[in-house]
């Protein structure tokens, strides 16, 4: 039985997944602050955490990037009204596996807390070894990173996207198929998350200053492809 931990402060809308979420067999607490949900993760071992970033007494962003420093090993999947981009990479580069926007669908949120669960954490691709492109050294199999020799720090999702893009360097590679590899074979919603964590892998790669950098290309109507550097 997966052990989730619903934070929202909403009554109603609290009161809806928390049963929801026991009747389909979930090991549930609710809780309704930030303070509260640090506490629970300081507490237990949790599989997947539902947290709604507008919260009473904390920045949920904030509450975003302590649990997933407290629940390394967690699925974080936030819950907000916010729908700007930008809204969106910063919940994601908190630490967010995944998010969605209110108001929410039951049928969707279901259906991807259990494609959370059955993938179960990160799985390496097919192949997994070594991936040297300019500046950025790829470890799959010890899923690290380096640019220009410095390791940096990637989400378990921003990491198996570039893994699975760096299998096929130089190639285009389908959102179908980036969706079907690095989340699950049975996806069901909205693909903008592939979207907002190639937006995040670019930063992250960027922000590091270093020269060499391999490029993600976007192609429109298709996916996208990962060029070595010139």
Same mark, same amino acid.
């Given at each position: ?30 809780? $309704?602050? #930030?303070?509260? =949900?640090?506490?629970? +993760?300081?507490?237990?071992? *949790?599989?997947? /955490?539902?947290? !709604? ?65 059955? $993938?179960? #954490?990160?799985? =390496?691709?097919?192949? +997994?070894?070594?991936?040297? *492109?300019?500046? /950025?050294?790829? !470890? ?91």
């Amino acid at each position: 039985m997966a052990r989730l931990l619903v934070v929202e402060d909403d009554e109603t809308i609290g009161g809806v997944l928390n049963t929801s979420l026991l009747a389909h067999g979930h090991d549930v607490t609710w809780v $309704r602050t #930030g303070q509260g =949900a640090l506490r629970e +993760a300081a507490a237990h071992d *949790l599989d997947l /955490v539902l947290l !709604d970033l507008g919260l009473p007494d904390l920045d949920g962003v904030e509450v975003c990037r302590r649990l997933r420093t407290q629940q390394p090993g967690a699925v974080l999947v936030v819950l907000t009204a916010r729908t700007d981009e930008m809204d969106v990479v910063v919940g994601l580069e908190a630490g967010a596996d995944d998010y969605l926007t209110k108001p929410l669908r039951l049928d969707e949120l279901r259906a991807r807390i259990r494609a959370h669960l059955r $993938r179960g #954490g990160p799985v =390496a691709p097919a192949g +997994a070894g070594t991936v040297e *492109l300019g500046s /950025v050294f790829i !470890d799959v199999a010890g899923r690290r990173v380096t640019v220009a020799g410095t390791e940096i720090s990637l989400r378990a999702k921003e990491f198996d996207l570039l893994a699975r893009l760096a299998a096929d360097a130089g190639s285009a590679v389908s959102r179908e198929t980036l969706m079907c590899d690095v989340w699950d074979v049975n996806w069901f919603g909205s693909t903008k998350t592939l979207d907002m964590h190639i937006a995040a892998l670019r930063r992250r790669l960027g922000g590091t200053g270093a020269t060499g950098l391999p490029e993600i290309v976007t192609l429109r109507g298709h996916g996208y492809r990962l060029d070595p550097p010139h």
